[in-house]
């Protein structure tokens, strides 16, 4: 048996805070405004393997009125969730994943993600795509106030 979950998430960008995607530390003038660290790509993988698996969504498991997960780290959650798919006896077999920023550029970053990520779920580095967009300066993603990832996994039982 197959399952297709989708996930997706969007962050504000504030000056003067730490940006972070894929669990990997991103250089810049600005990071995410959340009430963890707002990783949007981890909280978009997120949903889509607990869709995939008919566990609900991320606010659900961990929400934001919790303090045992204000300012904790995305990679947490995903621990956390992975826990919840292995439990439930289904296999990660992919993950195909779009974060959608402006800047910086993160193409430098995307094997670093892709491994961080792959030790986190235990799984193949080849099993987890990431895509790096620009909204072509349009939009508040354009202007630099926000960021988007979407992610989309694919388990197998």
């Known amino acids: 048996m197959f399952r297709v979950g989708f996930g997706f998430d969007t962050h504000k960008l504030t000056s003067g805070k730490k940006l972070m995607i894929g669990g990997v530390h991103i250089p810049s003038d600005y990071g ?9 790509l981890i909280h978009a993988m997120c949903d889509a ?7 609900r969504d991320i606010g659900y498991h961990f929400p934001d009125t919790d303090v045992r997960y204000k300012d904790k780290e995305s990679v947490f959650f995903l621990k956390e969730v992975c826990k919840h798919i292995v439990k439930e006896k289904w296999k990660i077999e992919n993950i195909d994943t779009t974060v959608v920023l402006q800047r910086p550029k993160l193409s430098p ?4 993600m892709q491994e961080c990520l792959a030790t986190v779920l235990q799984i193949d580095a080849n099993c987890i795509s990431i895509k790096a967009k620009t909204s072509e300066t349009l939009g508040f993603i354009g202007r630099t106030e926000g960021i988007s990832a979407h992610a989309v996994a694919l388990l197998s039982k």
């Open 32 to 40: 995410c405004e959340g009430y963890s660290d707002a990783d949007v």
């Open 109 to 112: 970053y995307i094997f670093s």
């Open 49 to 55: 393997l607990l869709g995939a698996a008919n566990l």
